[in-house]
Each structure stands twice: as C-alpha cells, then as structure tokens.
C-alpha cells in the first residue's frame, strides 16, 4: 500500500480513536469544563495509538533501547505541540461560534487533518529520521 494512503488511514483511525473518547468523556462528565476535559483525554490517547502505529507501520523504527523509546516519545510528543494547538484551536473555535452539537467534532477532524500533515513532516524530520 503507498505510504500517503496508509498514513491517511492511520490518521482516520487516530482521529476516530480520539473523537470516541471525547465522545465517552462528555457522556460521563458534561458540566463545567467538560469539552477541555475530553479534549485533553481525546488528545491523550489518539496521541498514544498515532505514536505506535507510525513507529512501528509509517516509519518502520525499531528502539534499541527502552530509554531510547521513551526519548522518541517525548520527541514526537513535544513536536505535536504546535499541532495539537492547531487542533484545538479549531474544535474550540467551531464549537463556540457555530450553534449546533457536531460543530466540535467537524472542527476537530479539520484541526487533525491540518495537524497530521505537518506532523508527519516533523516526525519524518526529526523524531524518526
């Protein structure tokens, strides 16, 4: 399968992994904060799935160490920074100027989609080179 499809469904995935759980977080919690709530849980664990699978099936890297597993980590989380702000910017921004239930969710697929592919150029870059 060519590299961009097979990234673009992992990203599918990841986006639905993530929106599942924010889906979950506001059915158990929706008072006082609960959107930021499920975005950070949401961001948590699509974070985690999306390291793993482009670890192991984009990148193909192999750590030869465990600290070495846990430096690529930290590394591909601390470059996810500026995309992650791109991702909620948009999921909050849709959901506070448009006045229906889903605009969160369209927000934050365009937010990923935005994110993904700058993310993929760093991770190539820089975490997994």
């Given at each position: 399968?060519?590299?961009?499809i097979?990234?673009a469904?992992?990203?599918?995935?990841?986006?639905?992994?993530?929106?599942?759980t924010?889906?979950?977080?506001?059915?158990i919690?929706?008072?006082?904060y609960?959107?930021?709530i499920?975005?950070?849980?949401?961001?948590?664990i699509?974070l985690?799935v999306?390291?793993?699978?482009?670890?192991?099936?984009?990148f193909?890297?192999?750590?030869?160490t465990?600290?070495?597993?846990?430096y690529?980590?930290?590394?591909?989380?601390?470059l996810?920074?500026f995309?992650t702000?791109?991702y909620?910017?948009?999921?909050?921004?849709?959901?506070?100027?448009?006045?229906f239930?889903?605009?969160k969710y369209?927000?934050?697929?365009t937010g990923l989609?935005?994110g993904?592919?700058?993310?993929?150029?760093?991770d190539?870059?820089?975490?997994?080179?």
């Amino acid at each position: 399968m060519p590299l961009p499809i097979k990234y673009a469904l992992f990203a599918l995935l990841s986006m639905c992994i993530n929106l599942l759980t924010q889906y979950l977080s506001l059915n158990i919690y929706n008072k006082k904060y609960s959107l930021y709530i499920a975005i950070f849980f949401g961001t948590l664990i699509g974070l985690i799935v999306k390291f793993v699978l482009d670890k192991k099936l984009i990148f193909y890297y192999r750590s030869k160490t465990k600290s070495q597993d846990i430096y690529k980590f930290i590394l591909y989380s601390f470059l996810g920074v500026f995309t992650t702000l791109i991702y909620w910017g948009f999921e909050i921004s849709f959901d506070y100027f448009l006045s229906f239930s889903a605009a969160k969710y369209i927000g934050a697929v365009t937010g990923l989609t935005i994110g993904y592919l700058i993310k993929y150029n760093l991770d190539k870059r820089f975490v997994f080179k």
